[in-house]
């Protein structure tokens, strides 16, 4: 059974950074991962994704503040995230292929 779980989240003040990890388990491999959020109140949005271990696409939202990368030895994906802003406060949810997801991890920023 594939399963998606993420750690790295917490509570950072604006300007701090975070990574986040995502770690895919029961011997399955994904060409494309990716991450979403979804703040209190707004819809789920894609952050970014990554194909094939080295191709990277990223919201306009997070341009030059995150970094995906993929550790294929461990099958993980990780989510750098630098110079946090309060509206990058959300759930993260990793997501591999089209129908598995992590559970979610809490990212707050204070101003």
């Known amino acids: 059974q594939v399963q998606l779980v993420e750690s790295g989240g917490g509570l950072v003040q604006a300007g701090g950074s975070l990574t986040l990890s995502c770690t895919v388990s029961?011997?399955?491999?994904?060409?494309?991962m990716g991450w979403y959020r979804q703040a209190p109140g707004k819809q789920r949005e894609e952050v970014a994704h990554?194909?094939?271990?080295?191709?990277?696409v990223y919201a306009d939202s997070v341009v030059g503040r995150f970094t995906i990368s993929m550790d294929n030895a461990k099958n993980t994906v990780y989510l750098q995230m630098n110079n946090l802003k309060p509206e990058d406060t959300a759930v993260y949810y990793c997501?591999?292929?089209?129908?598995?997801w992590g559970q979610g991890t809490q990212v707050t920023v204070s101003s």
């Open positions: 997501q591999a292929g089209v129908r598995y």
């Open positions: 990554i194909i094939g271990g080295d191709s990277t």
């Open positions: 029961g011997g399955v491999r994904f060409n494309v």
